[in-house]
């Protein structure tokens, strides 16, 4: 419980998102004790997941609307603990083909940011002393609330700062211009 109040800690203060999202998903899998963990961010406009912080994966890209535990998470926005993913009807085992990693239980939990918004979807793979419970389905919705504040605002920080450049770009851009007119 130190650990997650330490994490706590580190989301509130300025950081790089990548970073950030590392640290979470470390944090996730040290106090679940599990193999591997992911965060999905959510593109709202494209209704779609994609893979930013991974154990073990590259890129990737989805729609909500496909088959999987981490689409059904996102689209219900429900935790989803599913003790043998094999057994389970849901579960996309293509990931599991593609990567040669055989995922027997997992836990995916929705990340909500303010306003009640879909920010992502964190999911931590394979407890290492057999299937997530109750108490950890706690613990990783505790660590998610936080986490999905922390990535709105890192986001909105990138925005801001893009915005920022592209303004000063446009005001050297029309000095140059200013300076070439006679």
Do not use: W
């Not at 965060?39 to 912080?53: G, H, Q």
């Not at 083909?97 to 992502?120: F, H, M, S, W």
């Not at 915005?163 to 005001?171: G, P, R, S, Y």
């Amino acid at each position: 419980m130190m650990r997650l109040l330490d994490v706590v800690r580190q989301l509130g203060a300025p950081c790089d998102l990548n970073e950030m999202l590392e640290t979470v998903i470390d944090v996730a899998r040290e106090i679940l004790h599990a193999d591997r963990g992911t965060v999905f961010l959510f593109d709202e406009d494209a209704r779609e997941l994609y893979l930013k912080v991974a154990t073990g994966l590259k890129e990737l890209r989805f729609s909500i609307d496909d088959k999987g535990i981490a689409h059904e998470c996102a689209r219900t926005q429900q935790v989803i603990n599913v003790p043998d993913c094999y057994g389970d009807k849901r579960f996309n085992q293509d990931f599991d083909k593609k990567t040669g990693y055989r995922t027997n239980c997992l836990i995916a939990v929705p990340l909500i940011g303010l306003e009640d918004q879909l920010v992502g979807v964190m999911q931590v793979l394979n407890k290492e002393d057999g299937v997530f419970d109750e108490s950890d389905e706690q613990i990783a919705s505790a660590l998610a609330s936080q986490a999905a504040v922390a990535i709105q605002r890192a986001m909105l920080i990138d925005e801001r700062m893009i915005k920022i450049k592209m303004e000063n770009d446009m005001q050297i851009a029309q000095e140059i211009q200013q300076n070439v007119l006679p």
